[in-house]
């Protein structure tokens, strides 16, 4: 896939200055991949395509340096119907058809936790079904038409995902996120809220974690990961009364409205 752009995609690859390249790759032509729209927003969506598609960049994956090779890889999973280099060259990403694009982001969630047990950390924001992606250049692009769609999904609501015990708890969870409060602004907070899931779920409280701390402006996977693995090691004598306080604070009970 080498396309109309391969000399703007080489000049971008080329360039060193950080912002000069974010220019260059604006003025690049983009698409929604998972649907068409009125207006790019998600509540314009007119139709989705039925795809998804997944970035995997450097930032989130440091310890990967032969980019190539990774598109390579990932041609082996089943569900990939296209994979190629990003514009930077420093990253690639895949396109997968969903079997329940109407679940886009249940779908995303269970891809997510899927591309994590292989290695892979996928971007956040691909869960946005009016994410953009920009045109690239890839002579070694890889192409199947008859990729599998994918079946998997992880429900959005944490209740759904977890244990029925500390139903309580999880309720002021499902709460705090569905109001998008960031109850992890203060390095200390972050860490006690950590503790405090891991002291009650263990690893099953990573993925209640990222939901919890995605909603600070500076929010980075990897870093979250870190700090999780962190609080799984010293977890302290937090509990459930840690979430509570900070909920709180934040003016977030389980009383009704």
Same mark, same amino acid.
């Given at each position: 896939?080498?396309?109309?752009?391969?000399?703007?995609?080489?000049?971008?690859?080329?360039?060193?200055?950080?912002?000069?390249?974010?220019?260059?790759?604006?003025?690049?032509?983009?698409?929604?991949?998972?649907?068409?729209?009125?207006?790019?927003?998600?509540?314009?969506?007119?139709?989705?395509?039925?795809?998804?598609?997944?970035?995997?960049?450097?930032?989130?994956?440091?310890?990967?340096?032969?980019?190539?090779?990774?598109?390579?890889?990932?041609?082996? !999973? /089943?569900?990939?119907?296209?994979?190629?280099? $990003?514009?930077?060259?420093?990253?690639?990403? *895949?396109?997968?058809? %969903? #079997?329940?694009?109407?679940?886009?982001?249940?779908?995303?969630?269970?891809?997510?936790?899927?591309?994590?047990?292989?290695?892979?950390?996928?971007?956040?924001?691909?869960?946005?079904?009016?994410?953009?992606?920009?045109?690239?250049?890839?002579?070694?692009?890889?192409?199947?038409?008859?990729?599998?769609?994918?079946?998997?999904?992880?429900?959005?609501?944490?209740?759904?995902?977890?244990?029925?015990?500390?139903?309580?708890?999880?309720?002021?969870?499902?709460? !705090? /996120?569905?109001?998008?409060?960031?109850?992890? $602004?203060?390095?200390?907070?972050?860490?006690? *809220?950590?503790?405090? %899931? #891991?002291?009650?779920?263990?690893?099953?409280?990573?993925?209640?974690?990222?939901?919890?701390?995605?909603?600070?402006?500076?929010?980075?996977?990897?870093?979250?990961?870190?700090?999780?693995?962190?609080?799984?090691?010293?977890?302290?004598?937090?509990?459930?009364?840690?979430?509570?306080?900070?909920?709180?604070?934040?003016?977030?009970?389980?009383?009704?409205?």
């Amino acid at each position: 896939m080498e396309g109309d752009y391969q000399k703007e995609v080489n000049a971008i690859r080329r360039e060193r200055n950080k912002e000069i390249r974010d220019s260059l790759k604006a003025k690049l032509p983009a698409v929604t991949i998972s649907g068409t729209f009125t207006e790019r927003k998600k509540s314009c969506l007119i139709k989705h395509s039925g795809l998804i598609c997944l970035d995997i960049d450097s930032k989130q994956n440091p310890s990967i340096i032969n980019w190539q090779q990774i598109v390579r890889e990932l041609s082996d !999973i /089943i569900n990939i119907t296209f994979a190629a280099l $990003s514009v930077s060259g420093h990253g690639c990403f *895949v396109i997968i058809p %969903l #079997a329940f694009p109407e679940r886009h982001l249940e779908q995303f969630n269970a891809l997510r936790s899927d591309f994590r047990s292989l290695g892979y950390n996928i971007d956040a924001a691909c869960s946005d079904v009016c994410r953009l992606r920009g045109m690239t250049s890839d002579t070694k692009a890889y192409y199947n038409s008859h990729a599998e769609p994918y079946r998997r999904i992880i429900k959005n609501k944490i209740t759904n995902i977890m244990a029925d015990n500390h139903t309580d708890c999880l309720q002021l969870i499902n709460k !705090i /996120i569905s109001k998008k409060v960031d109850i992890t $602004s203060e390095y200390k907070n972050w860490y006690e *809220v950590g503790a405090s %899931l #891991a002291a009650t779920y263990g690893e099953r409280g990573r993925e209640l974690f990222h939901q919890l701390s995605r909603f600070y402006p500076k929010y980075d996977q990897i870093e979250c990961d870190k700090q999780y693995d962190h609080c799984l090691k010293h977890p302290g004598n937090y509990s459930q009364a840690t979430l509570y306080y900070y909920a709180k604070q934040s003016g977030i009970s389980l009383k009704p409205n």
